[in-house]
């Protein structure tokens, strides 16, 4: 009777311990659906946390480029205005003269000339100058 006794002990230990280990599934389930549902959540939070930094920065570069391109083009605008300057002083009429001469020469040798110059100035050129 002993063996038998020792077999109706084991299934009723092995018994308990399977009710323990379905009765703790039961109340751990819950708890850890609970959990990785938070942990799900501050994945996602963090995410945008990051997703909102990338922004901030791309946003940053963007105006720090746009900044850089200001101060670019002021410059190149100061550096052609004291070109134009500079030009505007050593231009006499003698060279637009010139200048007006070679460009129409230019044109007139040009298969794709359809150009009319209408002599008005000085020696059939015509004239290059402000008109006030």
């Given at each position: ?43 996602a ?31 190149r ?56």
């Amino acid at each position: 009777m002993e063996k038998q006794t020792k077999k109706v002990m084991l299934i009723v230990l092995l018994s308990l311990i399977g009710l323990g280990i379905i009765v703790s599934l039961f109340v751990v389930i819950p708890h850890y659906r609970v959990w990785m549902q938070g942990k799900r959540g501050e994945a996602a939070l963090a995410e945008a946390e990051y997703d909102r930094r990338v922004a901030i920065r791309e946003a940053e570069a963007e105006h720090e480029a746009a900044v850089f391109l200001r101060k670019a083009e002021v410059e190149r605008a100061m550096g052609v205005a004291e070109a134009m300057e500079i030009i505007q002083k050593q231009l006499d009429d003698n060279y637009l003269m010139y200048r007006s001469i070679m460009a129409q020469k230019k044109m007139a040798d040009s298969p794709n000339h359809t150009t009319v110059y209408i002599p008005s100035g000085n020696m059939g050129i015509p004239l290059i100058r402000n008109v006030e």
